[in-house]
């Protein structure tokens, strides 16, 4: 359980930003002090950092996070870069995200395929599960058109640096 009072350290003094982002978060840390206005690349790095800060209360040795994110290939630019900054930079462990995406949506040039690229060029291990449909047809659940997905697991934060 993570306490209100654990919360307060990590996010000072940014916690509007992870406010702003889950508003419910207000209830157990109080109203937060506004947040300087920054250039915009800035404004991204300090929200990734406060991010995995975070992200850092939840996912700790005694108790590992997973996240499961559906439907990668839809993802906007700046999802896709807070990602692949949240499981190339060291500061976070423990942290296990899957992500799942439809192959046939995606080329090699699709967004989704060169962050998965990135990912991997910096040493993240990004395994890939491929789902493909039984054999006659008829998807895996039962009259839908058969289709391939992919399963990514990025491991990379669950490593002990110690």
């Known amino acids: 359980m993570i306490s ?37 690349k800035e404004t991204q790095h300090r929200f990734q950092a406060v991010f995995r800060r975070f992200l850092s209360l939840f996912a700790r040795k005694e108790h590992p996070l997973v996240i499961f994110l559906d439907d990668l ?14 499981v190339s930079q060291p500061d ?43 054999a006659g047809g008829g998807g895996p659940f039962g009259n839908q058109p058969a289709m391939s997905d992919r399963t990514v697991a990025s491991r990379n934060a669950c490593r002990d640096p110690g």
């Open 4 to 40: 209100g009072e654990r919360l307060s350290s990590k996010r000072a003094p940014n916690g509007q930003l992870m406010a702003n982002l889950i508003p419910e978060l207000e209830l157990i840390i109080g109203k937060q002090p506004v947040v300087p206005e920054l250039p915009p």
């Open 73 to 86: 290939q839809w993802l906007d630019g700046a999802t896709l870069t807070l990602l692949e900054n949240l």
């Open 92 to 134: 976070v462990q423990h942290l296990l995200i899957i992500g799942a995406y439809r192959d046939n949506e995606v080329s090699p040039s699709h967004p989704l395929m060169q962050t998965l690229d990135s990912i991997r060029q910096v040493g993240v291990i990004a395994n890939e599960i491929v789902l493909r449909a039984k």
